[in-house]
């Protein structure tokens, strides 16, 4: 099972009966937070992978596939037909885990982007090799500093909105966005430029950890996350009664089990996004995740 192995059987039925009865007694409160958890597992799509393939850094996408592929082996679909038979209650084990190894590639990335900027900002920083980290930006304009110098600019730009027309933007703020649109770009071109070179920093930060602290990496996981782990199972399986999974077979092809493993990974891997969101938002006290809501689900 790779990295997602950390979840074993043992620890999903624990956490799992943890987060039914977390101490509350009863049906558990109606938060927004839970709320939003829940409602974002029964409406996603597995249209939700291809979105996250364009939008997630090719590093995690890439960490994902591999880890889909080491589980279930790499003989090509096109000339052999691979089908997998279980029960009810081992593919719901191997669900939970596969959720939480998404949850913990999310937090690789945090912790790995935090570590970088605080490397970034001590004599001689990082390097790439001993803080693991995403890729960063190379060029022509390294010998620049970043920005330029907005001092004295005036003006306007006119940009056309397909449903809205004509849109006056101020020139100062026109100037930031391509900014940043050219420093993601290039931040783009960079990580694919390291994947074809067959390194992914992501992995080889998740192999360097040891035990305990690779366990932190899903440890923490609130019990909002965990009911809602829970609700993205039962809603693919039809059922969450265990007497019933003990006796329901299920079988698919390879393929249609990494399509579905992938998706799980992916919904692991917003979750936690969305639990980081409402932390930040709690302690800034800021308005609620209604603009998330709206949207359809998190921004990676």
């Known amino acids: 099972y790779g990295y997602g192995s950390l979840?074993?059987?043992?620890?999903?039925?624990?956490?799992?009966?943890?987060?039914?009865?977390?101490g509350r007694g009863g049906e558990p409160q109606m938060t927004e937070r839970r709320r939003y958890f829940l409602k974002y597992v029964q409406d996603v799509q597995p249209q939700v992978m291809e979105q996250f393939a364009d939008k997630a850094h090719p590093q995690v996408v890439d960490a994902m596939r591999q880890t889909v592929t080491n589980m279930l082996g790499t003989l090509p679909p096109q000339f052999f037909q691979v089908t997998v038979s279980t029960v009810g209650e081992n593919l719901a084990q191997l669900m939970y885990t596969v959720l939480m190894s998404?949850?913990?590639?999310?937090?690789?990335?945090?912790?790995?982007?935090?570590?970088?900027?605080?490397?970034?900002?001590?004599?001689?920083?990082?390097?790439?090799?001993?803080?693991?980290?995403?890729?960063?930006?190379?060029?022509?304009?390294?010998?620049?500093a970043p920005g330029s110098q907005k001092n004295g600019i005036a003006g306007e730009v006119v940009r056309w909105r397909h449903e809205e027309g004509a849109e006056v933007v101020p020139a100062y703020d026109y100037i930031?966005?391509?900014?940043?649109?050219?420093?993601?770009?290039?931040?783009?071109v960079t990580a694919r430029q390291r994947l074809e070179e067959d390194r992914n920093d992501l992995i080889e930060y998740l192999k360097s950890l040891e035990p305990q602290n690779l366990q932190e990496l899903t440890e923490n996981a609130g019990s909002d996350v965990i009911d809602a782990m829970n609700s993205f199972i039962q809603r693919l399986l039809g059922s969450s009664d265990p007497e019933e999974l003990k006796h329901a077979?299920?079988?698919?092809?390879?393929?249609?089990?990494?399509?579905?493993?992938?998706w799980l990974m992916v919904v692991g891997y917003s979750l936690r996004t969305i639990e980081v969101r409402f932390d930040m938002e709690r302690s800034l006290d800021s308005p609620g995740m209604s603009e998330l809501a709206g949207g359809g689900g998190p921004e990676l």
């Open 249 to 262: 077979s299920n079988e698919s092809t390879a393929v249609e089990l990494a399509r579905m493993l992938y």
């Open 7 to 22: 979840a074993g059987e043992r620890d999903i039925n624990v956490r799992a009966r943890a987060a039914s009865s977390d």
């Open 102 to 144: 998404g949850y913990m590639f999310r937090n690789a990335q945090y912790r790995m982007e935090l570590r970088n900027s605080v490397g970034s900002l001590l004599p001689g920083g990082f390097s790439d090799a001993v803080a693991g980290q995403l890729p960063s930006s190379h060029g022509p304009d390294a010998q620049y």
């Open 176 to 188: 930031e966005m391509l900014e940043r649109e050219v420093r993601l770009l290039k931040e783009q």
